[in-house]
């Protein structure tokens, strides 16, 4: 835990692993503890296990740079990213624990004409679902950012879509709240746990085997982020789904100078200011597969490159960490939600680098799922696993902060 954030997470003390449960959740984070709370708190499930590798949070749930935002491209992503703002906005009242939600709005710049074309249409997609996006000009956006450049070298900016639900959270605590209250309704959830192979009993999964020992399910649902196609290999589910590090890095604190979260894709960086000071930078994966999370000189160069051409008083900031996760990126950059090829396994899979912000509402919408025993609820059926076969993707590659 962090020095400044006095907290005490009290689970129950660790216990054996029963011989069944009638939900097992593979994976320990965010997600898998979400769906864990609203399946104890709305559905009243609660003979359910999580299995945890690691500890709580540990993977990127842990590594990610808390942006919340629902200002994407397709009416499909809109809707179910725009929910998940309202669940978040309402998490700390929830959980009766500070989440540390915090509104102030993101900037994404344009410098080009297509760009502000592009920009129009997801302001209007937005208002129409019920986001809070509009167009900006370069006197608003000094305004708004004093300390920007507007006139970086080869790309000045031309306009920003400015979405005030923009918003940051503590993403530890988000994973804290939810295992805190889950474990209260008597869910299990058992760390140093990991799902190593599966038997399988005709199109069921009838029991998954784990480094403590073989449990018995009713049901799975498999939620390991950067590590989906591993599980999914070994029940010989084909998702098209490619794993790749994802960096980013922090600067010693300032006093405050940038409130809203800004992002430019043509200069493949997004910055903003945490509530300690620190600076964070972020921007798009390593270009190469890997399960690996290592930091490279080659990222802090280029992306450091173009976040001092947006705020060049930083060329002297000191960096005091750099990390990576791994991130299971789709075709079309939204996530695989839904059934899979088997009776009782759910896929909770495919979040690359946007899947914090769906945190709530993929909890609540995957807990409807396996609490109705099949029925995918509307808001989530555009995301199931077979639409790459239908060809009906839901692309939102053009709605990423830093393009990939
Ligand atoms: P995780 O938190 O990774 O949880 C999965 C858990 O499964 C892990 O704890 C892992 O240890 C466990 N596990 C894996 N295999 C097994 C197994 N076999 N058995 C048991 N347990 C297992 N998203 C945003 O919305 N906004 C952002 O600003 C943002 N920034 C990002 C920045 C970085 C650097 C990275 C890496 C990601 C970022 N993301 C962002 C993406 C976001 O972090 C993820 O999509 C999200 O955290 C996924 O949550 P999760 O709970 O599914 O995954």
């Known amino acids: 835990l962090s020095s400044d954030y006095p907290v005490e997470v009290d689970l ?59 200002n994407y491209l397709t009416s499909e992503g809109v809707r179910f990213y725009t ?66 450049n507007l006139d970086p070298g080869h790309l000045p900016v031309l306009a920003g879509l400015w979405h005030i639900d923009g918003a940051t959270a503590r993403h530890d605590a988000v994973a804290w709240g939810y295992a ?18 599966f038997v399988l009993d005709g199109d069921r999964v009838s029991a998954i085997k784990t480094n403590r020992g073989t449990v018995r399910c009713g049901c799975v649902v498999q939620a390991i982020a950067g590590h989906s196609s591993l599980l999914l290999n070994k029940l010989g589910i084909r998702a098209p789904i490619h794993s790749y590090p994802l960096q980013a890095m922090v600067t010693q604190p300032f006093k405050p100078f940038l409130d809203p979260l800004v992002s430019s894709s043509a200069l493949h960086c997004y910055v903003q200011q945490t509530s300690r000071g620190e600076v964070v930078f972020g921007g798009g994966s390593d270009p190469y597969p890997l399960y690996n999370t290592r930091s490279t000189l080659e990222l802090k160069e280029s992306l450091l490159a173009h976040a001092i051409e947006m705020f060049p008083f930083l060329a002297q900031a000191k960096l005091m960490r750099q990390w990576a996760g791994i991130t299971d990126m789709t075709p079309d950059y939204s996530p695989i939600m839904g059934l899979s090829p088997l009776d009782n396994y759910y896929l909770d899979a495919g979040w690359g680098t946007w899947g914090f912000k769906a945190t709530p509402i993929c909890g609540k919408t995957m807990a409807e799922l396996v609490a109705s025993g099949g029925q995918v609820p509307e808001l989530i059926q555009p995301f199931a696993l077979e639409r790459f076969s239908r060809f009906e993707q839901v692309n939102e590659m053009g709605a990423t902060a830093a393009s990939h």
Do not use: C, W
């Open 83 to 148: 929910e998940s703002v309202r669940l978040f906005k309402e998490l700390s009242n929830e959980f009766d624990f500070n989440i540390m939600y915090s509104e102030r709005g993101q900037l994404t710049l344009a410098h080009t004409d297509a760009t502000v074309r592009a920009f129009r249409q997801r302001a209007e997609v937005n208002k129409h679902f019920g986001g809070r996006t509009e167009m900006i000009d370069r006197q608003q956006i000094r305004e708004l950012v004093p300390s920007l």
């Open 12 to 70: 129950p003390a660790p216990t054996e692993l029963k011989p069944s449960y009638d939900v097992v959740i593979i994976g320990g984070g965010g997600h898998g503890l979400a769906i864990a709370y609203y399946l104890a708190k709305y559905h009243g499930i609660t003979n359910v296990a999580v299995l945890e590798k690691s500890y709580l949070g540990s993977g990127n749930t842990a590594r990610n740079t808390a942006v919340i935002r629902s």
């Open 180 to 197: 805190k209250q889950a474990a209260k309704r008597g869910v299990e959830i058992h760390q140093l746990t990991e799902a190593q192979d």
